[in-house]
């Protein structure tokens, strides 16, 4: 079959081998790619975005314009992208029904008897922002705040996946915590701006770097002036904590307003990353934004091609946790030199607390290991064996191995 498409597209060689693990990605046993380890469908719907890229990469390498292979790829888009909306509809068919699957996080907080506020937030380049608060149920003064960050192509609804019985955000919440759920821009809840248009490339033109430059300072500074804090406490999953390194390093001050910072398989260095497709892809980081005509998007499922990209950059990268790479001339005009900027985890002098997964094959436990080595103000790690990337947000048994550990961690509300 492989073969077939291949030489339909009139592609060879290297072309043929990227071909065929993309082909072949169904059946990868990784915890992105394979479907019978998703819990919510996002796998499929991720699936659906990695075909473009694939189709994409090939295309762009191999043909031109006006090249057979052009057409016939544009022909093989539409065919892959029925395939896998069948895939997700055929995923969704077979889940339990849950009336909450298509609630906003705010409905979804109602649905389980908590009140929830909405707030918003621009960030100092224009952003805005929304913010899912759960206020403290009891009265008696002030309570301690805690914001929780979701990882890449998720919002704030991925704590509340699980029931309140293991959700983080309802656990803390029945606590009576201040629980603040953020969100990044680009995703469902925060694709707004002052002036630029969600429609337009422009907006989409932000990485890792603007995430944490100017989305994690606003969000904090924002919470802390609403509740008369001086403090708070940080969670986050995945990217959530790379960005929120990479605001204490640019913005040093921030790190006496943290209690605690909570990084549940925290990415940083993502030199061991271990699923198939994306080490393919790896090689191709800097081609990305030159992707977006064909792919038809500026965006991908809630976040910029640049946030994707620099998931591979790094990897190419190495041992290291690097600014975006704009290729020689453009690090020249950001960064002052040909090579990106690489981020100084000694700075990040917040008190941290990592949570790993053995098994996770996305932040990799020698991945972990070279970030414990880096941090300037590492309190504790723990790992927990058998945990995949995902299973610190939707696993069984994620309240009795993690939850009551985590809030633990954190100063009594």
């Not at 941090?375 to 064996?385: D, E, H, P, V």
């Amino acid at each position: 079959m492989q073969q077939q498409i291949a030489e339909e597209a009139n592609v060879s060689g290297p072309s043929m081998m990227f071909y065929s693990s993309v082909l072949d990605n169904q059946r990868q046993s990784g915890d992105v790619f394979s479907p019978r380890k998703s819990v919510v469908g996002m796998i499929p719907t991720r699936l659906d975005c990695f075909y473009k890229f694939a189709l994409a990469l090939v295309v762009l390498t191999e043909c031109s314009s006006n090249d057979v292979g052009y057409v016939t790829a544009r022909v093989l888009l539409k065919s892959w992208r029925r395939k896998a909306e069948e895939q997700r509809a055929n995923f969704f068919n077979r889940l339990p029904k849950n009336v909450e699957s298509s609630y906003t996080t705010p409905e979804v907080i109602k649905n389980r008897g908590y009140p929830v506020e909405t707030r918003h937030v621009a960030t100092d380049d224009g952003y805005i922002l929304e913010l899912h608060r759960i206020p403290p149920q009891s009265s008696t003064g002030p309570k301690s705040v805690v914001l929780l960050m979701h990882g890449v192509l998720e919002s704030s609804g991925t704590w509340l996946v699980n029931p309140s019985s293991r959700s983080l955000a309802m656990l803390l919440a029945s606590q009576s915590y201040d629980v603040w759920l953020g969100n990044f821009r680009g995703n469902r809840y925060a694709r707004k701006h002052v002036s630029l248009n969600p429609k337009r490339a422009q907006f989409w033109k932000f990485s890792w770097d603007e995430i944490g430059d100017h989305d994690i300072p606003a969000i904090i500074n924002y919470i802390l002036k609403e509740t008369g804090r001086s403090k708070l406490s940080y969670i986050g999953h995945s990217l959530g904590c790379g960005v929120f390194f990479i605001a204490m390093i640019k913005h040093p001050e921030l790190n006496a307003k943290i209690d605690a910072m909570v990084g549940l398989a925290p990415l940083s260095s993502f030199a061991n990353f271990t699923t198939a497709l994306f080490r393919i892809l790896a090689p191709f980081g800097k081609l990305f934004e030159d992707l977006i005509p064909l792919m038809g998007s500026n965006y991908l499922m809630g976040t910029s091609v640049p946030v994707i990209a620099q998931f591979a950059q790094n990897y190419a990268a190495g041992e290291i946790f690097q600014a975006y790479d704009y290729g020689w001339k453009g690090n020249l005009m950001q960064y002052g030199s040909t090579k990106p900027l690489k981020y100084d985890l000694g700075k990040v002098t917040a008190p941290v607390y990592v949570f790993s997964g053995g098994n996770d094959r996305i932040v990799t436990p020698l991945d972990v290991d070279w970030l414990l080595t880096q941090l300037g103000n590492l309190k504790a790690s723990t790992r927990i064996g058998n945990y995949n990337h995902f299973d610190f947000l939707w696993g069984t048994d994620v309240k009795d191995r993690l939850y009551d550990q985590v809030i633990a961690l954190l100063p009594p509300p």
